[in-house]
């Protein structure tokens, strides 16, 4: 079965200091792995996705993620926060059976402090 | 290009009253997902639909929830007799084709049941 684990429920940076967020992935096959964000009362945005060609994914607002797969990790980063930032953030495993349903953790709320 | 569309934001149902929440997908697209986000959780997901056709309601609970995708109109998540628990918000994505890597979010459903 495919799954994502994102090892921290919160994490708390400082305004200019880097970002990483963990997660971690199960599967019996090369997975699909998409990083999405989600603002207070908002909608999901996508930030990258990893579909089996590069390792190092890059997205927008500055944020890139790496698939490793002797780590199965897909840990998002960002070399420096911005206030605008803070959010929930979802590391998401696409199935790959007829649905291509996605699988979302559990989430991962950031706080950025001044 | 209009994005997915989903109405009403914000909907407050009391206990025993049926909830109708509308999904538009993206132009040119006919694969429509429904996800369901608990409060503090990450989303979980309910039904997959082509037009006219539910091909996965895996998601679903087994009594008083519906969907439904038809040939001319917006995709319908339909709850009967509302309860507290679905209290939630209610997403919907929609995809060109089934194996398009990427889903588009709408900007949510809030279910609020009194």
């Known amino acids: 079965a495919q799954s994502v684990t994102q090892l921290d429920s919160h994490v708390s940076v400082s305004e200019g200091t880097p970002v990483l967020l963990r997660c971690n992935y199960s599967?019996?096959?090369?997975?699909?792995l998409f990083w999405y964000v989600q603002h207070p009362n908002k909608g999901l945005q996508l930030l990258l996705k990893?579909?089996?060609?590069?390792?190092l994914v890059k997205g927008i607002n500055g944020f890139e993620a790496e698939f490793k797969k002797s780590e199965t990790s897909f840990h998002l980063t960002k070399p420096s926060a911005h206030m605008s930032d803070a959010a929930e953030y979802f590391c998401v495993v696409r199935l790959m059976d007829s649905s291509y349903k996605l699988i979302f953790g559990s989430g991962t709320r950031l706080l950025v402090r001044p | 290009n209009a994005g997915v569309m989903q109405n009403p934001r914000h909907l407050v149902r009391r206990r025993g009253q049926e909830a109708r929440l509308r999904c538009s997908p993206m132009?040119?697209?006919?694969?429509v997902y429904w996800y369901r986000q608990l409060p503090e959780e990450g989303l979980k997901f309910m039904v997959y639909l082509q037009k006219e056709n539910i091909i996965d309601e895996s998601g679903m609970p087994k009594e008083r929830f519906s969907a439904e995708f038809p040939k001319e109109g917006p995709s319908i998540l339909r709850i009967q007799q509302v309860v507290r628990g679905d209290s939630a918000a209610y997403f919907c994505?929609?995809?060109?084709?089934?194996?398009?890597?990427?889903?588009?979010f709408g900007p949510g459903t809030r279910l609020t049941v009194t």
């Open positions: 599967s019996s096959y090369s997975p699909s």
């Open positions: 994505a929609s995809s060109p084709e089934v194996s398009s890597y990427e889903q588009y």
């Open positions: 132009k040119g697209h006919s694969h």
């Open positions: 990893y579909t089996s060609a590069a390792t």
